[in-house]
């Protein structure tokens, strides 16, 4: 689904991606791992559109989506979500689900003078799968709530919600376990693998949890220096002596 090609994103004399080279398979749950600093996040930045690459070649389907822009990738169905949650924290659940899809009729001035009967239809449609992703999600119960209210692992499961307002091919994940507690952590794998087995939904995600990555996650693509080191199941990279001496270390070694 996704193809990197000699991928490079510079800032000044900094190659925070250096030549990278990877591929995402569909219907897969892919995780990225590597040590602060190894790229990851600017990876997802170029590939998101957030950041125009140096150099290289990104593709969607087979189709070069190289330095286009992040609401256009997301009319193309590849969405991004950030290690902390960038909801609207002044209105609701219910409404920061509800203004995700684009297009909508009511927000044209004329649709709500001339057609209200329209706009009211279609707002429901809107109401109606909103409900859905909460259901989905078992946050109905903060549904009126502001977001900006709510718990860190709430807003990554609010995040995921959003993505799911519309029809994502793949949904790029930056540390979804960041500051979430255990239990809101292992629901949010659930909803993850629910996804990616019952609608089909592609993931690749950042994650320092390796028992969270172990989880969820083949492959798993170890990046360190901007580019990738190695691929594989999360037990042959605990088992690669380069991952070892590169991130894994002290870390994981003596969880094998």
């Known amino acids: 689904m996704i193809v990197v090609e000699n991928l490079h994103k510079h800032f000044g004399g900094v190659r925070a ?13 892919t995780g990225l791992i590597g040590p602060n600093g190894a790229g990851k996040t600017t990876l997802f930045n170029v590939i998101a559109g957030l950041y125009q690459p140096t150099s290289g070649k990104v593709a969607l389907d087979g189709q070069d989506i190289t330095g286009l ?6 009319h193309m169905g590849l969405l991004r979500t950030f290690q902390l949650a960038h909801e609207f924290a002044t209105l609701t659940v219910r409404d920061n689900l509800m ?19 329209l706009v009211r239809a279609h707002e429901e449609e809107v109401r109606a799968k909103a409900e859905e992703v909460m259901h989905f999600l078992e946050i109905e119960q903060v ?17 995921l919600g959003r993505t799911m307002m519309v029809d994502a091919k793949i ?20 909803a993850i693998i629910k996804l990616n087995q019952e609608q089909n939904y592609t993931f690749c995600l950042i994650e320092h949890d390796m028992e969270f990555v172990a989880r969820l996650c083949d492959p798993v693509i170890c990046m360190t220096g901007g580019s990738v080191l190695a691929e594989g199941t999360i037990n042959e990279l605990k088992n690669n002596e380069q991952v070892i ?5 002290t870390g994981l070694r003596h969880k094998k």
């Open 17 to 29: 991606v250096n030549g990278a080279n990877l591929s995402i398979q569909p219907n897969t749950i």
């Open 171 to 190: 949904v790029f994940l930056d540390e979804v376990g960041a500051g979430v507690n255990r239990t809101l952590l292992h629901k949010i794998g659930d």
């Open 69 to 74: 822009k992040p609401h256009e990738l997301f």
């Open 245 to 249: 001496e590169a991130y894994l270390g």
């Open 99 to 117: 203004m995700v899809p684009p297009n909508q009729i009511g927000e044209s001035l004329l649709s709500t003078w001339f057609s209200p009967g």
């Open 143 to 159: 549904a009126n709530e502001f977001a900006g209210n709510l718990s860190g692992g709430q807003k990554k499961l609010l995040e």
